[in-house]
């Protein structure tokens, strides 16, 4: 495909040299689980968020699932999140026990409405899992009110927003934690799967780190009954070296989403709102378009590459179904109808926006 949805290749070939030395050292090091590349990249990643604990995982979903468990929720309690995020998201509170529980998310923002995480709390509700959805926060002021007024925990899903900030703080530091996935394609992607755990808090940071190895604090001792849920050394080393570049590729992602915004005709192709409280690092480029398929279809046929994230709203997928009926949750339902998601990352030729915005002019007339 000329255009294609993305290109790992090219962010590589832009770093290869200290990816590779990263590499060699690690191989040469003869350690390869949990040594001194995660230690360092856990330092480096909290004090890069302004945090002050990091805990290297295995995945996003692990980082959520082993932060909902070191906050003691499990069996018997709910937890609200919004239905237009990654399965993991859901997945990950049923991994830990509880029950899932959904509810709206605004259309400008596409992030979760407060007024409807109101309105599904119950006295089971333990915690709020606000997704920062393509780059984007959501209205934290407003979400953390009502949480703390519940007496609710509030775990941020940041695996969409490395760098995004709210009111010129970074997510990640306004929850009672937080986590972060490192899947490839993330602004901060590892070359394999990777995850981190988010926290001020000395004792969740510590939970963390015993259920991330069998609730082990010294070996072969299980204080209480954990996980194997480890970020290996490779992946430690690399996501060092990429830290370093993250704020200049945010910064390049959120140029090239302003060239599209500029040339974008905005009638029947709508580019993204972003939120005046925040700075969005757009892990995507998402319009809107009530001729979705048409318009993918027609870039397609121009050999241009889009995606749909996510095509089905989570309660109308097979397998959760019975945490909201259809029609329930209208606004997310109306979004996986119109949203298209636009090629969009740091090493993404100028050309090639400009390419793009020339077809969705010829679509738009
Ligand atoms: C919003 C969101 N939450 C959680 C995850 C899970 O992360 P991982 O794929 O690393 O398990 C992802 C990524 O897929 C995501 O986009």
């Keep these: 495909m000329p255009i294609p949805f993305f290109d790992l290749k090219k962010q590589y070939e832009s770093i290869k040299a200290e990816i590779d030395g990263a590499t060699r050292r690690v191989l040469a090091s003869g350690m390869f689980i949990l040594g001194q590349e995660t230690e360092a990249f856990e330092t480096e990643f909290a004090e890069y968020l302004g945090a002050k604990y990091a805990v ?39 991994m830990a026990g509880a029950t899932p529980v959904l509810c709206d998310v605004r259309a400008d923002s596409m992030t979760m409405d407060a007024d409807s995480f109101a309105s599904v709390i119950t006295d089971k509700t333990r915690a709020v899992i606000p ?77 963390a780190r015993l259920l991330r190895q069998y609730g082990w604090r010294s070996r072969y001792e299980s204080e209480i009954s954990g996980v194997n849920s480890r970020l290996d050394e490779m992946q430690a080393a690399i996501l060092r070296v990429k830290l370093k570049h993250l704020d200049a590729w945010n910064a390049a992602r959120r140029e090239r989403a302003a060239v599209y915004t500029e040339m974008l005709p905005n009638k029947r192709v709508l580019s993204p709102v972003e939120m005046p409280y925040g700075e969005h690092v757009f892990h995507l480029y998402v319009v809107h378009c009530a001729m979705r398929d048409y318009l993918s279809a027609f870039l397609r046929e121009r ?55 020339a077809a969705l002019r010829e679509f738009e007339t």
Excluded at 75 to 90: F, H, L, Q, S
Excluded at 308 to 322: E, M
């Design 303 to 357: 050999e241009i590459g889009t995606a749909i994230q996510y095509p089905t709203p989570i309660h109308l997928q097979q397998a959760y179904q019975h945490l909201a009926p259809a029609g329930s949750l209208p606004v997310a339902e109306k979004l996986a109808r119109e949203i298209l998601s636009l090629p969009l990352y740091p090493e993404l030729p100028l050309v090639d926006i400009h390419a793009i915005a």
């Design 131 to 207: 997704v920062h959805l393509f780059g984007q926060t959501a209205e934290l002021d407003a979400i953390i009110g009502i949480a703390r007024q519940y007496r609710l925990a509030i775990i941020e899903d940041c695996a969409q927003a490395h760098g995004a900030k709210y009111q010129g703080q970074r997510v990640g530091t306004f929850g009672d934690i937080a986590a972060f996935s490192f899947y490839p394609t993330k602004n901060l992607g590892a070359y394999g799967d990777g995850g981190a755990v988010v926290t001020d808090d000395p004792q969740l940071a510590e939970k």
């Design 56 to 94: 290297g995982v295995n995945s996003g979903t692990d980082a959520l699932h082993l932060a909902i468990r070191a906050l003691g929720i499990g069996k018997g309690d709910e937890v609200i999140t919004v239905p237009n995020t990654a399965v993991a998201t859901v997945c990950a509170i049923e």
